[in-house]
């Protein structure tokens, strides 16, 4: 059994972030209390006290680690030993090229790792202000939910004022009520990824007029009001569908529910104009959620506009989407390169608080920070990992690597953002050459080849990085 005379660490907020923060400091050597307040108070989104529990998409999105930076970090995580990487992948349901899971057994997984490890300490308590200096090393990693005294003290001791943002949750449908009559299994273009076969989506075709005539609805539809948020931005990653809609006609068609690379199983010769797709939310197969459709419409209208969707005429939805607030920090001017609070250095964020966007973002984010602690908790220095690493680049964004405007320096421009290889540096000059036997070598070609050579250096980068922590 572990036993270490070490201080220990707190870490506040047992989500993502936070589960993961814990998990690495304590497999570190170091004991870690954990607080999180459900259990005591709930959130507007949370429907349990699980650690860790997925309150929007149960997709992690994509696990390319070839070609696609979501899923390099996956695999770094996974080189690095992250609880919530093995928790997925045990976990997961099919989801084309995806990682998905079960959201449940994901949750309870989580929940029981870090309940049975040795120097984790579960505290179910409500933190309302700043952890008191006598804590010592602390991880704030309370997410989009914070709770208002807590946000309210955040916002007193950094002098920063919070921004929000809306995060929307999609709705779930049950399978059984799904017309398979006129829907068809399909992944785009047949992809085969993890735990999948190529027919890991349900899809829901429309022609040209039933395309307009539910845009015409999502429009008029009935949505929630913005008394509480107004004036509060949207983050591009996540629009309700309503308001994409409200963009242009074509928004959709050329969004969520584009049809390319899909075939009507019922009807092969001819296309359709749009299409709605579903993904499959638990290891039982019995619930679906309607991918992309994130909205803030009321729930009598949500039922009666998605029910015009060709196989949905019938749909019975277990969970209607709904709308939670998101608070972050302006990370890049509060934040060292550790993730430690510039005016009280004994503090570090972690996960969507700080500015990621997404669930592996900020559970990387989360992975870092506990272990830049756990070094410093044993009297080492915390080595950040390379920029060229997926894992890297988003720390540096987060801590440094977004511009601020010398024009209009009291402007805050800092947004959130998901892994994407715009964040990764340049390859060297002369890295992406013509292959031998190509006669054409076209701009998409050296653009994914680009991409697969970031990724091969980022993984290989990432584990030097880590060669080294444990040396």
Known sequence: MMKSTLPPIHVVGGGLAGSEAAWQAAEAGVPVILHEMRGVRGTDAHKTDSLAELVCSNSFRSDDASANAVGVIHAEMRLAGSLIMACADKHQVPAGGALAVDRDGFAEAVSRSIEAHPLITVVREEITGLPPKDWGSTIIATGPLTSPDLAEAIRTATGEDALAFFDAIAPIVYRDSIDMDICWYQSRYDKVGPGGTGKDYINCPLDEGQYNAFIDALIAGDAVGFKEWEGTPYFDGCLPIEVMAERGRETLRHGPMKPMGLTN????????????????????????????????????????????????????????????????????????????????????????????????????????????????????????????TAMGSLLNHITGGHLISDEEPGKRSFQPMNINFGLFPELAAGSIVKPEGIKRFRGKDKTIMKRQLMAARALEDCKAWLAGQDA
Do not use: W
């Open 265 to 388: 199983a019922h009807n092969p010769t001819v296309k359709p104009y749009a299409v709605v797709q579903l993904r499959q939310d638990n290891a039982l197969g019995t619930l679906y959620n309607m991918v992309g459709f994130q909205t803030k419409l009321r729930y009598g209208a949500q039922a009666e506009i998605f029910r015009m969707i060709p196989g949905l005429e019938n749909a019975e939805f277990a969970r209607l989407g709904g709308l939670h607030r998101n608070t972050y920090i302006n990370s890049p001017v509060l934040l060292d390169s550790t993730l430690a609070l510039k005016s009280r250095p004994e503090l570090r964020f972690a996960g969507q608080i700080t500015g990621c966007e997404g669930y592996v973002e900020s559970a990387s984010i989360g992975l870092l920070a506990g272990r830049f602690a756990a070094a410093e908790r044993k009297g080492e220095m915390p080595v950040q990992p390379p920029q060229t």
